[in-house]
Nanobody, 122 residues
Framework: QVRLVESGGGTVQPGGSLRLSCAAFGIIFSSYEMGWYRQAPGKQRELVASGTSDGTTTYGYPVKGRFSISRDNASNRVYLQMHSLEHEDTAVYYC????????????????WGQGTQVTVSS
């Protein structure tokens, strides 16, 4: 059974930093593209960042230069380091896994975590 378990959310003041962590269970982690998405109230879920085992990363425009995604294939974890947080970063952050890469894209599975709340407030 596949599970993605996020942690590290919380409340932070504008300009502050947080690090989110996602532990993956039940997948061959190195074969999956891991990502972070977020959804604010009344808005669609949007890509924050994603990364593959070969080091390819993608970032959503609003977070470029402030957030950084990293992964540890040995411990099956993916991280999102967030700096210079803004009120607009307030959202539920979801961990996502897509793979395995041995399959063509349309045959890959997508899994989601339960989400962790990040609130930026003064």
């Amino acid at each position: 059974q596949v599970r993605l378990v996020e942690s590290g959310g919380g409340t932070v003041q504008p300009g502050g930093s947080l690090r989110l962590s996602c532990a993956a269970f039940g997948i061959i982690f190195s074969s999956y593209e891991m990502g972070w998405y977020r959804q604010a109230p009344g808005k669609q879920r949007e890509l924050v960042a994603s990364g593959t085992s070969d080091g390819t990363t993608t970032y959503g425009y609003p977070v470029k230069g402030r957030f950084s995604i990293s992964r540890d294939n040995a411990s099956n974890r993916v991280y999102l380091q967030m700096h210079s947080l803004e009120h607009e970063d307030t959202a539920v952050y979801y961990c996502n896994a897509v793979g395995p890469r041995t399959l063509i894209p349309r045959e890959r599975s997508s899994y989601w975590g339960q989400g962790t709340q990040v609130t930026v407030s003064s």
